[in-house]
């Protein structure tokens, strides 16, 4: 079965400081990638994808993730964070091998925390 | 990527009651979903919105407690019915292009935060 890990319930980081949030994943065959950012009382916003190509992948609000095939990992990355980058951060693997192939399997979150 | 329209955003509902969410998009999507947030929790997959046919459920999800309709392309509703305080949740839409540069991405809306009293 499919699953996505998130070790980190909270990442705790000082603004400017690089960050870094992790996200393994389980699939059988290749697998699509993703991560969301719920900001407090919002929906889900997309970030980024892997579907195929360049295991570096860049996205919204300067985040970037890379794939690592031999570790089964899709970390989230960014080279200097901010106060407002603050929120709460999903990984998710779309599910190609059910019969709906357009679900999403989460992680539990991570809970990112900026500080000035 | 594509405007996804829910309504209402948030609602406060008395035990017992039902209430229907709708979901508008701006362009013709083929799949669109409804996920379910608890309260601290991570995102669960209730149904498919299937376009001219019933929804597909997910395990532990039924059509009686989560009727959805799907009359076009771009709109769905999701009705949560004889609701209790375990009801209390996030509802997202959310939808998945095939084509273009959106291909493979599924997008969420902003939600409907019920809270069930």
């Known amino acids: 079965a499919q699953s996505v890990a998130q070790p980190e319930d909270q990442v705790n980081v000082a603004e400017g400081n690089p960050l870094t949030v992790k996200c393994t994943y389980s699939?059988?065959?290749?697998?699509?990638l993703f991560w969301y950012v719920q900001y407090p009382n919002r929906g889900l916003q997309f970030l980024l994808k892997?579907?195929?190509?360049?295991?570096l992948v860049k996205g919204s609000y300067g985040f970037e993730a890379e794939f690592n095939k031999s570790q089964t990992s899709f970390h989230l990355k960014k080279p200097s964070a901010l106060v407002s980058d603050s929120a709460l951060y999903f990984c998710?693997?779309?599910?190609?091998?059910?019969?709906?192939?357009?679900?999403?399997?989460f992680g539990q979150g991570t809970t990112l925390q900026v500080k000035p | 990527s594509a405007v996804i329209s829910q309504k209402p955003s948030r609602d406060i509902c008395q035990r017992g009651t039902s209430l229907t969410i709708q979901c508008q998009v701006d362009?013709?999507?083929?799949?669109m979903f409804w996920y379910r947030q608890q309260p601290g929790q991570s995102l669960t997959l209730i149904a498919t919105?299937?376009?001219?046919?019933?929804?597909?459920?997910e395990s532990g999800f039924v059509i009686d407690k989560f009727p959805i309709s799907r009359p076009n392309l771009t709109f769905s509703t999701l009705t949560v019915s004889n609701m209790s305080p375990e009801d209390s949740s996030i509802y997202l839409c959310?939808?998945?292009?095939?084509?273009?540069?959106?291909?493979?991405?599924?997008?969420f809306g902003e939600g409907s935060w019920l809270t069930v009293v």
């Open positions: 699939v059988s065959g290749n697998p699509y």
């Open positions: 959310s939808v998945a292009f095939q084509g273009g540069s959106s291909g493979n991405t599924i997008y």
């Open positions: 919105a299937n376009q001219g046919s019933e929804a597909t459920y």
């Open positions: 998710a693997v779309r599910d190609l091998n059910s019969s709906n192939t357009g679900k999403l399997i």
């Open positions: 362009s013709q999507v083929t799949m």
């Open positions: 892997y579907i195929t190509g360049d295991n």
